[in-house]
T-cell receptor, first 112, second 112 residues
Framework: DAGITQSPRYKITETGRQVTLMCHQTWSHSYMFWYRQDLGHGLRLIYYSAAADITDKGEVPDGYVVSRSKTENFPLTLESATRSQTSVYFC???????????FGPGTRLTVL | TQLLEQSPQFLSIQEGENLTVYCNSSSVFSSLQWYRQEPGEGPVLLVTVVTGGEVKKLKRLTFQFGDARKDSSLHITAAQPGDTGLYLCAGPIYNQGGKLIFGQGTELSVKP
């Protein structure tokens, strides 16, 4: 299907485990982003990528790792999950000519 | 640091009422966007305003960009229960590629 997809949609894990959230877009957009959304904090940028093999930190990058070997995929890894990383995670993409971003449906992550 | 402040944070109204949501900043933005987010889903872009003083209409929604490009408003006429959701304003961060700064959001509830 065309668009931007995220998997899994829901994930429960334990403190200290490694977790990878997947993001896939079919538009060949240059930019991809990872946000977390928490009550009282709105959307906060974790990492972003301007193109394949180009990534940079956002506002809250600690504890997260990203990679972008292919334009269409932008996985986010929590190397050692902590309870403070319980959140809803959104992936988004945009192209060079559009200021607007297109968001995936989100992954609700719970760290016990 | 560019910031976007939205007001009000919460709004609960009856069907048929009018409402206005504000998005303010002390910084000038090249454009501002409005998104709507429904529960369990990602934000969806509603509109981008680019020119100071610009007014855009989307059915019962009217968006305005301030003359000085530091603020924007969203006015909904005759609100309906289907308008319920989180409304977010966002603006591009100066000289940072496709990155956006988001306001905290306005949670709108329209009761039948």
């Amino acid at each position: 299907d065309a668009g931007i997809t995220q998997s899994p949609r829901y994930k429960i894990t334990e403190t200290g485990r490694q977790v990878t959230l997947m993001c896939h877009q079919t538009w060949s957009h240059s930019y991809m982003f990872w946000y977390r959304q928490d009550l009282g904090h709105g959307l906060r940028l974790i990492y972003y990528s301007a193109a394949a093999d180009i990534t940079d930190k956002g506002e809250v990058p600690d504890g997260y790792v990203v990679s972008r070997s292919k334009t269409e995929n932008f996985p986010l890894t929590l190397e050692s999950a902590t309870r403070s990383q319980t959140s809803v995670y959104f992936c988004a993409s945009s192209d060079l000519t559009s200021v607007g971003q297109f968001f995936g449906p989100g992954t609700r992550l719970t760290v016990l | 640091t560019q910031l976007l402040e939205q007001s009000p944070q919460f709004l609960s109204i009856q069907e048929g009422e009018n409402l206005t949501v504000y998005c303010n900043s002390s910084s000038v933005f090249s454009s501002l966007q409005w998104y709507r987010q429904e529960p369990g889903e990602g934000p969806v872009l509603l509109v981008t305003v680019v020119t100071g003083g610009e007014v855009k209409k989307l059915k019962r929604l009217t968006f305005q960009f301030g003359d000085a490009r530091k603020d924007s408003s969203l006015h909904i006429t005759a609100a309906q229960p289907g308008d319920t959701g989180l409304y977010l304003c966002a603006g591009p961060i100066y000289n940072q590629g496709g990155k956006l700064i988001f306001g905290q959001g306005t949670e709108l509830s329209v009761k039948p």
